[in-house]
């Protein structure tokens, strides 16, 4: 059987989360990201997750990566 083939165009969370979990889980998989963009910057725009999608996050260890870039400390309060 051939091997897996995964093309995520636009960094966006999901596509991200989704390469990050095949990495992890699969690591013959090949994964290539297209943006358009030369670099990636914050916009001053916040980013909404469902619970279960931050369940994910934790599962695969990002967690602490992503409170760390977002500037929010881990004890910090918040809903999820």
């Known amino acids: 059987h051939g091997s897996l083939k995964f093309y995520d165009r636009g960094a966006g969370m999901g596509g991200l989360v989704l390469a990050v979990f095949l990495q992890k889980y699969s690591p013959a998989t090949q994964i290539d990201i297209y943006e358009s963009t030369d670099e990636l ?40």
């Open 41 to 80: 910057t914050d916009v001053g725009v916040g980013i909404g997750m469902f619970p279960r999608v931050w369940e994910i996050v934790r599962f695969l260890g990002l967690e602490d990566d992503l409170l760390e870039v977002a500037g929010i400390s881990k004890d910090s309060p918040r809903k999820h």
